[in-house]
């Protein structure tokens, strides 16, 4: 793959002005699907390997509307949507790209270039573009919001053509380019690596949101929070949040490894859900759970963290106290859920929907990372080349944390600027996901 003179510029550091005066390139390395492969997985297709579908290779360049900028990406990482996508399921993102296309015809694509967090130098600024500028070192917000609507003012999330960047909208970070709105626009961490700055903001912000925002389960101090996938994308950034807030967290995992990690990451109370070798899809099962939780902490949880859905969610509203919530934004075990109503609507229980975040609540999640109160959660790095073998490993549940993707940085460990703060924290820290489980 031939590099540009802009990229090579970016990765050396160029000054804004050399970069402003370089052409962009008309085509760029991208982690893309192609349309004409949906319908490739059989229905009944028991492992829908996202290697057979997720390529990468060159895709055109596209131009840049006014409210945009062009981002030359150093780094991004694999989120369970990418898994999604490859999958082309739910449905296949495509379908969103079609309809996404009847207002702006650059994203209907027979590509789809995929990728919702990054991180990099912007290298072209759209002419509404006010706050950024050329060699500004940023990372990004993975909502797509049109700024025009209403009730953006009062919660972005509530925007009526909300999208996931990269997932619902074409040009993603997953490539050596990306086009993202000015207002997905944060400060880059300066104490981060461009992989560690790269892997934070989808999960931190969606995290964020369900135990703190306004909209989610709101927790106190003190509140017990019981958190699936203690040690995944989002469970190792709620881990940090329920701590930095005071309450109490209780990790479920599913190996002694990684059960091993979360009691390094300071959670006091951890659960093994392979103990539950008769499931936890039955109230037998969710009995057995409750009993496990009020044995290692006295009490039931006021909060449950919830995104694995139907093999999980039955047990989640079970073991919720009396008044508590169950906050979720996903189903990685299947949509379809079912629970017992008579534990929700008897114990006064709340179920809370909750997705991504708004910019502001990624504004307050970007502050907490760069001031050194949230930790990256990066346990490995892949080259652009290698994304679908990155994402083969999400796909199987190989990984912890987040995984990274290096797309124009030549290696791990660049980027950083603040070494004092670096050294401040301490890498055993920010390496904490890092260490061989
Ligand atoms: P991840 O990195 O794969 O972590 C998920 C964790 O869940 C795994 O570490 C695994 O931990 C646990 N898990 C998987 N299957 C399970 C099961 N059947 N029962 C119990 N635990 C199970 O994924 P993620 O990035 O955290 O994302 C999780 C889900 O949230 C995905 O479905 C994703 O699409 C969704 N999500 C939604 C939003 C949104 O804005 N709506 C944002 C981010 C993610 P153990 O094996 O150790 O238990």
Redesign the pocket.
Known sequence: MKTTALAEAVVAGAEPAELARLDVPSAYRAAHLRKDEVGSFDQDDQDKDVRRTLHVGEVPMPELAEDEVLVAVMASAI???TV?SAMFEPVPTFAFLERFGRSDARHDLPVHVLGSDAAGVIVRTGRAVRRWRVGDRVVTSPAYVDGEDPVVQHDGMLAGDLR?WGFETNFGGLADFAVVKATQLLAKPRHLSWEEAACNM??AS?AYRMLVGERGARMKQGDVVLL????????GYGVQLVRNGGGIPVG????QE?AELLRRMGCPYVVD?SQFDGG?ADEKGWRRLGAEIRRQVGEDPAIVFE???R??FGASVYVAKRGGAVVT?????GYAHEYDNRHLWMKLKRIIG???ANYQECHEVNRLIALGMVHPTLSAVYPLEEAAQAARA?QL?Q????VGVLALAPSEDLGVEDHALRARIGEDRLRLFRRPL
């Open positions: 989120n369970y949507n999604w996931a989808l999960c969606t699936w996938g203690a040690t995944g994308g989002l469970g479920v995992v599913g190996t990684k859900r936890l995104h694995t859905g093999e999980t934004c996903g189903s990685s075990s909750s997705h991504g999400v549940n990984h912890v944390g987040k």
